[in-house]
Nanobody
Framework: QVQLVESGGGLVQAGASLNLSCETSGITFHYYHFGWFRQAPGKEREFVAAIDWKKSETSYSDSAKGRFTISRDNTEKTAYLRMSSLKTEDTAVYYC???????????????WGQGTLVTVSS
């Protein structure tokens, strides 16, 4: 059974940084691409960032570029999202995702975690 478990969410002030982690089980980690989506209150889920299995290619939404960094540790079977210069509009539930297709990971990933809440106060 595939499991993606996010951690690291919390309440921070605008301008702060936060590191999210995604621990995985039930999949051959290095065969999969990983990504992050988020869903803000009253809004649809949106793509945030993705990284391919070779760690050679990344993709970011316009809102994440320059502030967020996605990474992965194939030994630890964990994906990460480092968020800097957080804004109140970054408040959302952040979901870890996984898929074997790098295009699909950015649109409709197969596997999803339960999400971790990030709240950015002004």
């Amino acid at each position: 059974q595939v499991q993606l478990v996010e951690s690291g969410g919390g309440l921070v002030q605008a301008g702060a940084s936060l590191n999210l982690s995604c621990e995985t089980s039930g999949i051959t980690f290095h065969y999969y691409h990983f990504g992050w989506f988020r869903q803000a209150p009253g809004k649809e889920r949106e793509f945030v960032a993705a990284i391919d299995w070779k760690k050679s290619e990344t993709s970011y939404s316009d809102s994440a570029k320059g502030r967020f960094t996605i990474s992965r540790d194939n030994t630890e079977k964990t994906a990460y999202l480092r968020m800097s210069s957080l804004k109140t509009e970054d408040t959302a539930v952040y979901y870890c995702t996984s898929d074997k297709s790098f295009s699909t990971i950015q649109t409709s990933p197969t596997y999803w975690g339960q999400g971790t809440l990030v709240t950015v106060s002004s």
